[in-house]
C-alpha cells in the first residue's frame, strides 16, 4: 500500500531509536532583592520644608569653615556651633567633642571624606586651607584620615550625640548648600515620637 501523501509521517527516530522529547523548562531564578531606595520626603517631618528650620538646631558655615549663623538650639546641642567657633576644627582638636560624640573615630573619617568632596582646590578659601595645614600638623588622627585620600560626600545622615544634660541623642543631620552665599547649612532634627525628640525638646527649654 502507498502512503497518502496528505498524512505525515513517522516522526524519524534518532540514533537511539528514540525520538527526542522537547527539553523540560528550565526554573526560573528568584528575582535580586532590589537596592534600599532613599527615604521619600515626608511633608511635616523634613525640617527642610519652608518655615521648619528655625524649629531645630540649625546653623550655617562660610567658605572658612567658620560658623556665620546659629540658633539656640544649636548652640545648646554643642557649643561649638556658635557664631565664630569652627566645628571641623573643634572635631579634632577639643577634648569635648571626643565626649558629645561616642562614635568619634566614624564622626571623623565621615567629616574628612565629606570635606574632600566639597572642596575646590582652585577656589579653596584661604582660611579653610589654613585649618586644614593647622589639623595636618595638630592632629594625628587628620593627618591619617587626610592622606587616605577618600571622598565621600553625605549629604543626609544619622550621628549620635553624648549630651552632658539630657543624655544620648540619636539624630538625623541634613546638610543644604547656598551657592550665591556660599554657606553651608546643617541641621539636626530627632525621629517624631522617640526619645532622641523627648530630650531634644527638654534641652531647647533649658
Known sequence: MRPDP???GPRAPTRRGRARLPAPPRPS???RPQAPQPRPYEPGRSPTAPGQ???HPCYAQGPGGRVVGTNRQAVLLC???AVGRNPLRAAFLEPEMRSLYPQWDDMTAKAVSGLRAMIDVDDTDPELLETIGELTVA???FCTLWTRREVRRRDTGLTRLNHPLVGELDLHYEKM???QARQL???YYADQGSTSAERLALLSGL
Open 53 to 55: 528650620l528655625a524649629a
Open 185 to 187: 547649612i546643617v541641621v
Open 79 to 81: 557649643p561649638f556651633f
Open 139 to 141: 592632629s594625628e588622627r
Open 6 to 8: 496528505g498524512r505525515p
Open 29 to 31: 531564578r528568584p528575582a
Open 177 to 179: 548648600v547656598r551657592p
